[in-house]
């Protein structure tokens, strides 16, 4: 392609100028191309001469135009070669002492922008195998890895399908193998060290959320693999973290999600956790990820992993509408524009790989029916407790009160639809089986453990909302105490059944979001033991509580002692 300006070049463009490299000043120049980032003129061009000349320039002209506001001291701080312009910046990786972690991490400052290292990223990749081969010496750093891939993939995916395991599997061999080379972030260009910067940091906050959630019957050593992942994985990310911004793709959401999951299990602080995903979902918002024709924009692999990562998010603020746990802000109306994502594309790029044990033509295209129905129960009830929240028992409103009794009666109906592979005659575990059908067993129970305690916690959330705007005639109640005590504890007696059916590990696997529904039918439980209009009912409530403790217990969760201090 020709350049702009014949065989001379005389302005770069940003990249290259960032970069400082030669740039041949094309349309899209060829730095750019082989790099995949955006080639771009917005910079001004700047004056060629000496800078202290034509600041000298400056003042004279502010001296003649205002004589009276000019002084001498303006001259001091005019640059010079004794050093540079800006005072130093502290490190990104200082930490909270304010030493710093390595000696080599601080990256160059020039101008308002923070230029990664390379040797910043060798150095937080060094650390963190240095840690595993003390932590697990018996064991090479290549092969924890790949379980934590393995794992991820039977009981992370199923309702998370935001990763493709063939490049999760190379970037292991990259990165953690023996033979793994000294520079692994030092050859090619400035695109190519960002793309492994960003594999790096994928492949960490995979183990880093796999070794946080799982039980140790999975993953014996994860304590030793949690929280070095997880700071090896933000680490990196704060590497190229201004770029990451400005250019997002799947891994840019995806990281920040699996940041969100292994800091809660970890520390338990909901906020930060909170907070992580919150950029994630920024991050969704800028990219337009709600509209169809903003994934036209990317290549097949991306445009799958963009759409699956989208509706993750969106079931998870679903989540936050329905139980209140914190700020939601993918509601269609913040959008701006109509929601036209859909479900699935025109075609599906396979996410798994061909060489897992448990490969099957079909299985992926299943699993993905099991996760779409997730946000579907979600986005359900979401717009169910909205619209009665808004009806408030209004009896005149005839029109609504029939439109919300159809409404319910569709949710409540709405495990007719599961697929038949996630009905429990068909999770049986038979001696016959091989070990591809087990691990297809395991993925599909991940799945209908999800659907099945969140529907049921739905239920009663649902009731508690109709008790509360006094709407009871929508789910068939007449408002009297004893008979809205019996549909309660009626409900609850199905969450408790349905935790005791599903087998215990995964309950463990789901980590946080299992126990937060507990704790909502916990504190429904907490308020009925004190009701002294049937003491039936408050026997059944005492019993229940008891074994909702008994289930946080085991799930070894930082609610159980929170609720044991509510234990009438």
Same mark, same amino acid.
């Given at each position: 392609?020709?350049?702009?300006?014949?065989?001379?070049?005389?302005?770069?463009?940003?990249?290259?100028?960032? !970069?400082?490299?030669?740039?041949?000043?094309?349309?899209?120049?060829?730095?750019?191309?082989?790099?995949?980032?955006?080639?771009?003129?917005?910079?001004?061009?700047?004056?060629?001469?000496?800078?202290?000349?034509?600041?000298?320039?400056?003042?004279?002209?502010? !001296?003649?135009?205002?004589?009276?506001?000019?002084?001498?001291?303006?001259?001091?701080?005019?640059?010079?070669?004794?050093?540079? /312009?800006?005072?130093?910046?502290?490190?990104?990786?200082?930490?909270?002492?304010?030493?710093?972690?390595?000696?080599?991490?601080?990256?160059?400052?020039?101008?308002?922008?923070?230029?990664?290292?390379?040797?910043?990223?060798?150095?937080?990749?060094?650390?963190?195998?240095?840690?595993?081969?003390?932590?697990?010496?018996?064991?090479?750093?290549?092969?924890?890895?790949? *379980?934590?891939?393995?794992?991820?993939?039977?009981?992370?995916?199923?309702?998370?399908?935001?990763?493709?395991?063939?490049?999760?599997?190379?970037?292991?061999?990259?990165?953690?193998?023996?033979?793994?080379?000294?520079?692994?972030?030092?050859?090619?260009?400035?695109?190519?060290?960002?793309? #492994? /910067?960003?594999?790096?940091?994928?492949?960490?906050?995979?183990?880093?959320?796999?070794?946080?959630?799982? %039980?140790?019957?999975?993953?014996?050593?994860?304590?030793?693999?949690?929280?070095?992942?997880?700071?090896?994985?933000?680490?990196?990310?704060?590497?190229?973290?201004?770029?990451?911004?400005?250019?997002?793709?799947?891994?840019?959401?995806?990281?920040?999600?699996?940041?969100?999951?292994?800091?809660?299990?970890?520390?338990?602080?909901?906020?930060?956790?909170?907070?992580?995903?919150?950029?994630?979902?920024?991050? *969704?918002?800028?990219?337009?990820?709600?509209?169809?024709?903003?994934?036209?924009?990317?290549?097949?692999?991306?445009?799958?992993? *963009?759409?699956?990562?989208?509706?993750?998010?969106?079931?998870? #603020?679903?989540?936050?509408?329905?139980?209140?746990?914190?700020?939601?802000?993918?509601?269609? /109306?913040?959008?701006?524009?109509?929601?036209?994502?859909?479900?699935?594309?025109?075609?599906?790029?396979?996410? /798994?790989?061909?060489?897992?044990?448990?490969?099957?033509?079909?299985?992926?295209?299943?699993?993905?029916?099991?996760?779409?129905?997730?946000?579907?129960?979600?986005?359900?009830?979401?717009?169910?407790?909205?619209?009665?929240?808004?009806?408030?028992?209004?009896?005149?409103?005839?029109?609504?009160?029939? !439109?919300?009794?159809?409404?319910?009666?569709?949710?409540?109906?709405?495990?007719?639809?599961? %697929?038949?592979?996630?009905?429990?005659?068909?999770?049986?575990?038979?001696?016959?089986?091989?070990?591809?059908?087990?691990?297809?067993?395991?993925?599909?129970?991940?799945?209908?453990?999800?659907?099945?305690?969140?529907?049921?916690?739905?239920?009663?959330?649902?009731?508690?909302?109709?008790?509360?705007?006094?709407?009871?005639?929508?789910?068939?109640?007449?408002? *009297?105490?004893?008979?809205?005590?019996?549909?309660?504890?009626?409900?609850?007696?199905?969450?408790?059944?349905?935790?005791?059916?599903?087998?215990?590990?995964?309950?463990?696997?789901?980590?946080?979001?299992?126990?937060?529904?507990?704790?909502?039918?916990?504190?429904?439980?907490?308020?009925?033991?004190?009701?002294?209009?049937?003491?039936?009912?408050?026997?059944?409530?005492?019993?229940?509580?008891?074994?909702?403790?008994?289930?946080?217990?085991?799930?070894?969760?930082?609610?159980?002692?929170?609720?044991?201090?509510?234990?009438?």
């Amino acid at each position: 392609m020709a350049s702009r300006r014949g065989s001379t070049v005389t302005r770069a463009c940003d990249s290259c100028r960032m !970069r400082k490299v030669k740039c041949d000043a094309s349309e899209d120049c060829s730095n750019c191309r082989l790099s995949g980032l955006p080639c771009q003129y917005t910079s001004a061009r700047r004056k060629r001469g000496p800078k202290v000349t034509r600041a000298l320039r400056a003042i004279e002209k502010a !001296r003649q135009a205002t004589p009276n506001a000019y002084t001498p001291a303006l001259e001091d701080r005019l640059p010079s070669n004794e050093g540079p /312009m800006f005072p130093p910046t502290p490190s990104i990786w200082a930490d909270s002492q304010g030493q710093q972690g390595h000696e080599d991490l601080t990256p160059s400052f020039s101008g308002t922008e923070i230029v990664p290292t390379t040797e910043s990223a060798g150095a937080i990749r060094d650390s963190l195998v240095q840690s595993m081969n003390c932590s697990i010496p018996s064991i090479p750093a290549l092969n924890v890895i790949n *379980l934590c891939i393995e794992l991820y993939m039977k009981y992370t995916f199923p309702t998370a399908p935001c990763v493709h395991e063939p490049t999760l599997q190379a970037s292991a061999n990259k990165f953690f193998a023996e033979d793994s080379s000294a520079q692994l972030f030092g050859t090619g260009s400035w695109g190519d060290k960002v793309v #492994d /910067m960003r594999a790096f940091t994928l492949l960490t906050a995979v183990c880093a959320s796999v070794a946080s959630v799982l %039980p140790k019957s999975l993953l014996p050593y994860q304590e030793a693999l949690a929280e070095p992942c997880l700071k090896a994985s933000r680490n990196m990310l704060k590497v190229f973290e201004d770029f990451d911004i400005e250019h997002p793709c799947a891994t840019s959401i995806i990281s920040r999600s699996l940041h969100s999951t292994a800091l809660q299990q970890i520390t338990g602080k909901s906020a930060l956790a909170y907070h992580i995903l919150g950029q994630a979902t920024l991050l *969704l918002q800028t990219m337009r990820l709600y509209r169809e024709d903003a994934l036209s924009s990317h290549n097949a692999l991306q445009a799958q992993l *963009l759409r699956n990562a989208f509706w993750q998010l969106f079931a998870a #603020d679903k989540a936050s509408a329905c139980l209140g746990s914190r700020p939601f802000v993918l509601h269609e /109306m913040l959008f701006g524009e109509e929601l036209t994502l859909r479900l699935s594309g025109e075609t599906m790029v396979p996410l /798994m790989s061909t060489s897992s044990p448990w490969f099957e033509e079909t299985l992926e295209g299943k699993i993905l029916l099991g996760f779409h129905f997730i946000p579907r129960l979600w986005s359900t009830a979401a717009s169910l407790l909205s619209d009665i929240k808004a009806y408030g028992g209004v009896d005149e409103d005839a029109e609504m009160k029939t !439109r919300l009794i159809q409404d319910y009666v569709v949710f409540s109906g709405i495990l007719d639809e599961l %697929p038949q592979w996630l009905q429990t005659s068909s999770l049986i575990v038979c001696s016959e089986d091989g070990r591809a059908t087990q691990c297809q067993r395991t993925m599909f129970w991940v799945q209908r453990c999800t659907i099945m305690v969140t529907y049921q916690c739905l239920r009663l959330v649902i009731l508690q909302q109709c008790i509360n705007s006094k709407a009871w005639d929508i789910i068939g109640l007449n408002g *009297l105490a004893l008979t809205i005590a019996m549909a309660k504890i009626g409900i609850i007696y199905d969450f408790i059944q349905t935790l005791e059916d599903i087998p215990f590990v995964y309950l463990q696997v789901k980590g946080e979001p299992t126990v937060q529904r507990i704790r909502v039918v916990g504190s429904v439980l907490l308020e009925m033991t004190f009701n002294p209009e049937n003491e039936t009912i408050q026997e059944r409530a005492k019993n229940y509580f008891v074994k909702l403790l008994d289930i946080l217990g085991r799930l070894d969760s930082k609610a159980s002692d929170e609720m044991s201090s509510w234990q009438p």
